[in-house]
């Protein structure tokens, strides 16, 4: 990745309506290398969607958190299976460590929160649980730091290019 990508990821995340003429004018690069380059982010599968960022809280699910597991040596197919069926897991991810995965899980009240989280727990796979509720978030999902932190110099689009630096003259 370099500077013209995460120009464009940018934009695409400052104007998610906007088309490739709109994010050609908001990088300064043509219209085509916009197609172009997005392109080749959805490919290479960098970009994975364009759905709407949902706030759980907003939307009315205030009772979130992070539940860790301890499942069955070799279950892990069959757990991801379970919490793909179970609508209260958000998320989930195989981990090291003591636990072996962990979920972010969602839910409207603290007694729904805890019917889910006693469904999970009656899944033979599942050995024992391990919940942390989430009062606030501190630090929001992001991306782009770290992709600036590790970027490539310039992009090759000229204007871009000439944008990102004055010519010396």
């Known amino acids: 990745m370099d500077k013209l990508d995460l120009a464009l990821l940018k934009a695409l995340r400052d104007h998610p309506r906007a088309g490739p003429l709109e994010l050609s004018r908001v990088t300064g690069v043509a219209r085509a290398t916009v197609q172009s380059r997005i392109e080749k982010l959805e490919a290479a599968g960098v970009i994975t969607g364009y759905g709407p960022d949902v706030d759980l809280n ?5 009772v979130q958190a992070f539940v860790t597991l301890e499942i069955a040596q070799g279950a892990l197919y069959e757990v991801r ?4 069926r179970h609508p209260a897991v958000v998320e989930a991810f195989a981990t090291t460590g003591t636990s072996d995965v962990i979920c972010r899980m969602a839910a409207r009240t603290q007694g729904e929160f805890q019917e889910a989280l006693l469904e999970v727990n009656r899944s033979p796979h599942v050995a024992r649980s391990t919940s942390v509720v989430i009062l606030s978030t501190v630090v929001a999902s992001r991306v782009p730091p770290l992709l600036a932190r590790h ?10 290019r000439d944008a990102e630096a004055p010519r010396q003259g």
């Open 151 to 160: 970027a490539r110099g310039g992009g090759r689009a000229p204007a871009f």
């Open 58 to 62: 907003a939307a009315g699910f205030a």
């Open 81 to 84: 299976d379970e919490l793909e």
